[in-house]
């Protein structure tokens, strides 16, 4: 049987069950000697996960370019009054 996982800690399971010696037939554990009982679960390590790698932080050098650009203003005309 498998591991349940590919990486990490997982489980593999197996089926125990209890047979009589002369008959060969399955028969209820309560018949079979229960200290002596082989495990059913066992836990496995296939290989380690795979983690993320980080470098440093760098420097960020940028300029910020604010242009603000207004509409032309109207055109003025002088106007000379005499008296």
Request: overall charge negative; glycine content about 4%; some cysteine.
């Amino acid at each position: 049987m498998q591991c349940s996982v590919t990486c990490g800690e997982g489980q593999q399971l197996r089926l125990v069950e209890c047979y009589n010696v002369t008959s060969q037939e399955k028969i209820p554990d309560q018949f079979c000697d229960g200290k002596s009982k082989p495990e059913e679960l066992k836990l496995c390590q296939t290989m380690e996960c795979p983690v993320w790698v980080t470098s440093e932080w760098s420097k960020v050098h940028f300029i910020a370019k604010l242009v603000i650009t207004f509409p032309p203003a109207p055109k003025s005309t002088m106007v000379t009054v005499e008296k």
